[in-house]
């Protein structure tokens, strides 16, 4: 009985295949392919034309192996379930696409140590750059290991000064002003503000912006604030604090939406209503605000624009011509809604 032998695969089309039928040099034919100066428009257009009729897969290993670079940025988040961080990767998946480039995800779930592990494997993966919304304050031994490796990193928050890293964020301390001056003018005086933990970057300027302005705005304003964790759990967990221990408060900062979300749900839990016995602003404008009930007053900021930028300085480091840090700040602005009861009315 004779075996049938397998039929044999189609060989991958070659560099030196694209070349020779459009009868050019391998080296311009790579050119073409690349977008690289010097080669002639007609020539580059029958180059491509031929590599998509032979259906041409480049091998972005070997071609990892000359140029230094991999073509995969890595995109560290510490919470995939906050919608914010959804908008922020879709900026760094959309411009990374147009940019040729391929993203690592990997959610750390608000864990250091996970979030360790996960530089280490983006590392060791080649990546051309991490763009990384870390967890806590990096300590001087990991900055420095960051450093060392060469691996060029842009935060999504500012975790310290004088750093060597790029970084990428709203302009936060104003967000926290622009939430004190809205409810000081909506005649609110006995405040409150639920934050994440005492060290956190954004969340730790927006509570400075936010304290400073009611000092500055009217003196014998109160404000209570509590830290808990900056998720739909924490805010729940903080309010119910809140409702028991300080029931004169009339108005809640929230460090996040999703901490904002929280706030709501204890609310309704408690026989609270929102804005009528208790006012409420949130940060960062997710979707979620504008349909949830009421629709949230909260500070937008440009979370697709964020993660666009990130790319962009990532890419410009990795290209290695220029490696100075680049701290870039977006701005902010509140978004009025049905959250925040007007005071003054009632006088």
Do not use: W
């Not at 959804?86 to 391929?102: F, H, I, K, L, P």
């Not at 990546?127 to 300590?139: E, H, P, Q, T």
């Not at 993660?307 to 100075?324: E, F, M, W, Y």
Request: charged share 20%.
């Amino acid at each position: 009985m004779q075996s049938k032998v397998p039929p044999s695969q189609p060989q991958p089309v070659k560099l030196r295949d694209i070349a020779a039928a459009a009868g050019v040099t391998i080296a311009t034919a790579s050119r073409s392919l690349n977008g690289s100066y010097g080669v002639n428009a007609n020539t580059r257009k029958r180059v491509l034309e031929v590599a998509a009729q032979l259906r041409y897969r480049p091998n972005r290993l070997a071609r990892g192996l000359v140029t230094g670079r991999s073509q995969i940025l890595g995109l560290i988040i510490s919470d995939i379930r906050n919608p914010f961080f959804s908008e922020v990767a879709r900026g760094v998946e959309d411009e990374a696409y147009s940019a040729g480039c391929d993203v690592v995800l990997c959610n750390s779930d608000l864990d250091s140590q996970k979030q360790n592990h996960y530089i280490g494997s983006l590392m060791a993966k080649r990546v051309d750059g991490i763009i990384m919304n870390s967890v806590s304050v990096l300590r001087e031994a990991e900055q420095e290991r960051l450093v060392q490796s060469g691996v060029p990193i842009v935060l999504l928050n500012r975790c310290f000064a004088h750093s060597e890293f790029s970084t990428v964020s709203a302009d936060n301390e104003q967000g926290g002003r622009l939430a004190a001056q809205y409810f000081l003018r909506m005649g609110h005086r006995r405040l409150a503000h639920l934050t994440g933990p005492r060290q956190h970057g954004n969340l730790t300027q927006r509570a400075k912006g936010f304290l400073q302005a009611v000092r500055e705005g009217d003196p014998l304003a109160s404000v209570t604030v509590l830290h808990g964790g900056h998720t739909l759990a924490g805010g729940h967990a903080m309010a119910l604090k809140l409702f028991k221990e300080n029931p004169d408060v009339t108005a809640i900062f929230a460090a996040n939406d999703a901490v904002a979300f929280g706030v709501l749900k204890a609310a309704i839990e408690r026989g609270i209503r929102i804005p009528k016995n208790v006012s409420l602003i949130g940060f960062d404008n997710v979707d979620f605000a504008a349909i949830v009930h009421p629709p949230l007053t909260t500070i937008h900021q440009s979370k697709y624009e964020i993660g666009q930028a990130a790319v962009n300085i990532l890419l410009r480091l990795a290209k290695g011509k220029d490696k100075s840090p680049e701290n870039r700040v977006l701005g902010v602005e509140l978004i009025e809604r049905d959250s925040v009861m007007n005071l003054n009315r009632k006088s």
